[in-house]
Nanobody
Framework: VQLQASGGGLVQAGGSLRLSCEAPESIFSNSDMAWYRQAPGSERELVALITGSGRTEYGNSVMGRFTISRDNTKSTVWLQMNNLKPEDTAVYYC?????????WGKGTLVTVSS
């Protein structure tokens, strides 16, 4: 099962990007969806999570700047990233967490220049 993440790119500090991730409907409808990121030399960290009922959680470093949302009719989750900072540079991964298994996307690179 492959999650399709897209929307990464190069942006200047203070700019915005919107990531999207589409999953098979059979997976998406039973999943909490999350975005993680991994910078070079660092461990993968949780950026944001949204449950099937819409409850959200955010990492401390992105709170107030990033917004996660989902559309269950499109089996898609988005990550709106505003006021980007150079320290947000990382590969961003989408994850679908079901009761039995986690599914990961390939990742999309976000580079924020100062």
């Amino acid at each position: 099962v492959q999650l399709q993440a897209s929307g990464g790119g190069l942006v200047q500090a203070g700019g915005s990007l919107r990531l999207s991730c589409e999953a098979p409907e059979s997976i998406f409808s039973n999943s909490d969806m999350a975005w993680y990121r991994q910078a070079p030399g660092s461990e993968r960290e949780l950026v944001a999570l949204i449950t099937g009922s819409g409850r959200t959680e955010y990492g401390n470093s992105v709170m107030g700047r990033f917004t996660i949302s989902r559309d269950n009719t499109k089996s898609t989750v988005w990550l709106q990233m505003n006021n980007l900072k150079p320290e947000d540079t990382a590969v961003y991964y989408c994850k679908a967490a079901t009761f039995f298994k986690n599914y990961w996307g390939k990742g999309t690179l976000v580079t924020v220049s100062s």
